[in-house]
């Protein structure tokens, strides 16, 4: 007779690892076909930015997204970045836990091997169709095209087909993938590559989604030094981890930790050793459990510095944050901020943050929070972040911002946190897990920023009513000067003296004038002022004189742009037939040292 423990030991087997995820989709976003076109896009693009920041190349990256059948996608991601070795393609996209950086202590994007694999794996579920990869290393060199899958059972690639190929890029990869989806996430997707872009400052992102081509240009020129391996920080391990290097050294054991750890030396191995009880000379790998045990302890307890962050950490800089942030938004106030790097369990790690108000923000509503890990936006499980109750635990009403639980009003708050080991809540990698030593850094970061913004909205409120009394005047003063002209039956007087002396800023009117949008600059300061005039409206500015160095057009409204140079006590002036109506805009300058008078009316 059969016992019930026989019957259950026939019932056990091992699983790989390609098997345990094809039925946990949802551990690496995988949790929904809304979500899986995110998911597959960011891990294909953050494969491509890590490749060309190895190479030491400015990224291109190419995004195709086309519908081939009514919930079947193909998605196309290709780059400049110095490629892949034909033989190691197959284990790159068709093996899972594969890849060059899990062993490395350096801030990366990708670190478990999973994510693009994984992406193969959700496009054979769904649809069973192969991915296609073509790569190239050097123009030297041929290209090549695979064709392959997951072998699930064995978590190992099936090549169904491997062939040498021609392809215009003398380096590069291209992925495309094919799986069920909706594209119910368009607009999240954009947001993705928007944010993307926002602090990947150097990387050029081309989308074209539904016959619609969009462009994230690059604002810097300056390729990012790669960050470089350090050794693994004595406060940083673990008994089974050590175990493990024990076991393969040849070593001393004072040998041992030299060799192995960084920030540790001869003298600082010596006395390790001594707390431990331990001879220095005898061998690492003879150590018994109770001696592995004791010297774990000492090397928490003996004070050793810091691990190095130069070297290892890739921070973004608050120059990059802000142009990043005023390329993609339209705000009236940005300021960025890095922080010094630190440490949490042996992992160096940095903080980086910005905060922007005003312009185009949503004036209602809460703030809207960027959420980034090693230059990755994290766009999903807010609630669930560290960032997100950071951000909650500061008194914003210190800063005269609204807050109900988060601050609410025209606000942006961007937090960045760059870490060798940056600890997120799960695989999947949406939300960072609430590590003291990091939410400090959070912290004092937004306090520094929220007293810049105080600031900031202080001169503002008192500027205002000045401003407001200047407008007034500087529009009330030509009607005041035609009107007594017409009396005394004299020309009008220059008013520009009188304006000079009421403003001592530089003064941008715009007004309308037998038909035509004029619009005029003054320099009033006794310094060189660079600004942007912005005029948005439904008038296309059709033979503008000067013409703007940009016009663009959204749902109807033009948005026509002029940059200049007023040198003290100069003038410009740009006309052109239209309506007048919309907004006037001036950049460039501080906001209290310029004052916008925008006469609507004939």
Not at 138 to 165: C, H, M, S, W
Not at 186 to 195: A, F, G, V
Not at 236 to 254: H, K, N, V, Y
Request: aromatic share 6%; with cysteine.
């Amino acid at each position: 007779m059969v016992t019930l423990a026989e019957d259950l030991a026939r019932q056990q087997r091992s699983i790989s690892v390609a098997e345990f995820f094809e039925k946990n989709k949802h551990l690496l976003g995988f949790d929904s076909p809304t979500r899986g076109i995110i998911t597959t896009i960011k891990e294909a693009v953050d494969n491509a930015l890590d490749a060309c920041e190895e190479a030491s190349v400015l990224p291109d990256i190419l995004v195709l997204i086309k519908k081939i059948e009514s919930d079947v996608f193909r998605i196309v991601v290709e780059d400049n970045g110095p490629g892949i070795v034909p033989d190691q393609i197959p284990f790159v996209f068709g093996k899972l836990l594969y890849g060059s950086r899990f062993h490395q202590i350096r801030q990366s994007r990708g670190q478990q091997g999973i994510g693009i694999s994984a992406a193969v794996l959700y496009a054979q579920l769904t649809t069973g169709l192969p991915t296609i990869i073509i790569s190239r290393t050097g123009a030297d060199q041929g290209a090549y095209r695979f064709l392959l899958q997951i072998n699930i059972k064995t978590n190992e690639p099936d090549v169904l087909e491997r062939e040498e190929i021609m392809w215009d890029r003398t380096h590069g990869t291209r992925v495309q993938i094919e799986f069920k989806s909706t594209m119910a996430a368009k607009k999240r997707l954009l947001e993705y590559l928007k944010y993307t872009s926002v602090v990947n400052p150097h990387a050029r992102i081309r989308v074209e989604l539904d016959d619609e081509t969009y462009l994230f240009e690059r604002v810097s020129d300056e390729v990012i030094a790669c960050p470089q391996a350090i050794k693994p920080h004595p406060h940083g391990i673990e008994i089974g981890q050590l175990m493990r290097m024990l076991a393969a050294s040849e070593d001393t054991s004072s040998e041992f930790l030299v060799e192995n750890f960084t920030r540790v030396g001869k003298k600082t191995a010596d006395e390790i050793c001594k707390n431990a009880g331990i001879s220095p000379g005898s061998r690492a790998s003879s150590l018994s459990p109770v001696e592995q045990k004791r010297l774990l302890q000492a090397m928490q307890e003996v004070k050793v510095p810091a691990p190095p962050t130069q070297a290892c950490l890739s921070p973004i800089g608050e120059d990059l944050i802000a142009k990043g942030l005023e390329k993609e938004f339209q705000m009236d106030f940005v300021k960025a901020r890095t922080r010094a790097s630190s440490v949490y369990a042996g992992h160096p790690f940095l903080v980086e943050a910005a905060i922007g108000y005003g312009g185009k923000l949503p004036p209602d509503g809460n703030a809207q929070i960027l959420r980034f890990a090693n230059r990755v936006p994290l766009l999903y499980q807010q609630g669930a972040c560290a960032i997100t109750g950071c951000i909650a635990g500061v008194s914003w009403k210190t800063y005269n911002i609204s807050q109900s639980t988060l601050p609410t009003g025209p606000l942006l708050v961007l937090i960045h946190v760059a870490s060798t080991n940056v600890p997120f809540t799960s695989e999947s990698k949406d939300a960072i897990a609430a590590i003291p030593e990091i939410e400090r850094e959070i912290t004092l970061v937004l306090q520094e920023l929220g007293r810049e913004l105080k600031t900031y909205l202080s001169r503002r409120d008192k500027n205002r009513l000045q401003e407001d009394r200047a407008r007034a005047v500087c529009a009330i003063i030509p009607e005041i000067a035609a009107k007594v002209a017409e009396i005394v039956e004299l020309p009008v007087p220059d008013i520009a003296p009188i304006e000079g002396k009421i403003m001592k800023k530089v003064l941008v009117k715009r007004y309308l004038r037998e038909g035509r949008v004029i619009i005029e600059g003054k320099n009033y300061t006794s310094h060189p002022a660079e600004i942007t005039v912005y005029d948005i409206s439904s008038d296309s500015g059709k033979g503008a004189s000067p013409e703007p160095s940009i016009v663009t057009e959204l749902d109807g409204e033009f948005t026509k742009m002029w940059k200049l140079t007023l040198q003290p006590g100069d003038g410009w002036t740009a006309g052109y037939a239209g309506s007048g109506g919309g907004t006037l805009e001036v950049r460039g300058i501080p906001p209290e040292q310029v004052v916008v008078v925008d006469i609507d009316s004939q």
